[in-house]
């Protein structure tokens, strides 16, 4: 080969090739944990060529510093830092379509995984006899024990026994966060997955056309050694709309659903209030349909916060902005909600009847606002 004083071109070919293998590492608040993983895959994967990539949701405790701190001197190493968004499974699919490799891998970033099976998994896909390769805490040999507390244990057992219901393949440990599979498989399935809550590996099997060909590996699920679980019941109930929205095969967007629900329970508290401020608070039909609209207000607006759009959350001053400019549209709503109320309940309709109409004309504004202007992605 001709000399040339181009520095890459005296690197050797091998060396600009794509590793074969991508671990996905979603992480929150990992920092202590980051170059004991890093350290373990390194062993476990020796002879495979390889690289990580961190996918942190701007972690306050610094993950994302110490992951290129690493990468400085490791340029397997990478991180992709996102701001103003939470959330696993679109963090594994953010960094799963960073990879160029030709299989992807995700492990969870706490060590509660086993990384020792990774070899293992890519055998397996590679004999291409299998679409995906699954690490099991249920399977034979596997063990759940990490799990911590009683209440985790029933929380996985019920979850599993639901996602079981609605799988196309069997699969001992459907909520698995621990899972391989080629990566162009990932990409035709991608544009598919909801992305929302925890189950990334649910989301894939129930977005395949075809069932996938599956082989689980039992692994032991270790106990946390550093920083805290992120899984809450919300995950729940995240889980439970996800498997709604591919039973209804995507007619429903989730969110739509989630803003229903809120709605729903807005009215309802709307409708407390009212009868509360009539009935014991002795005030005129309109301060209280007033008062009962600002209370609905605030718990809509908490409670889309936490749910429906749990994953781009918005905390500390950006809460407080955003509640501001939830109260300050919705009250172009309000005045007309309380101003329609009014009409009807002084031509003799119903207390219950106009005041809900009302507060229904202002829960649809409060749709409209939300999504375009309070969270509007960033
Ligand atoms: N980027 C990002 N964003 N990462 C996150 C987020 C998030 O919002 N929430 C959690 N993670 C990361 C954590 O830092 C960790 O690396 C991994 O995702 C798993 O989160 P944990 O909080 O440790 O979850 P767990 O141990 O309670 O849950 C495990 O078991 C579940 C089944 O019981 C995970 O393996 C889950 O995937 C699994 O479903
Ligand atoms: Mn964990």
Redesign the pocket.
Known sequence: MPQSASPLIDIPIVARHAPVLTVVVPCYNERPNVAPLIARLDAALYGIPWEVVYVDDNSPDGTAAEVRRIAQTDARVRCIRRIGRRGLSSAVIEGALSSSAPFVAVI???L??DETKLPDMLAALQSGQYDLAVGSRHSAGGDDA?LGTRWRHILSHGGIRLAQYFLPIRLSDPMS?FFMLPRPLFESLAGNLTGQGFKILLDLVLSAPAPLRVIEIPFMFHE?TA?E???DALVLVQFAGLLLDKVFGGLLPLRFLSFGLVGALGVLVHLAVLSVMLKLGGLDFEPAQAVATGVAMVFNFQLNNEITYRDQRLRGPRLWRGLLLFMLVCGIGAVTNVGIAKILYDTNTSWSLAGAIGAMIGVVWNYAVSATLVWRSR
């Open positions: 969870d970033g706490d509660q995984h990490g966060g946390r920083g679980s992120k899984l």
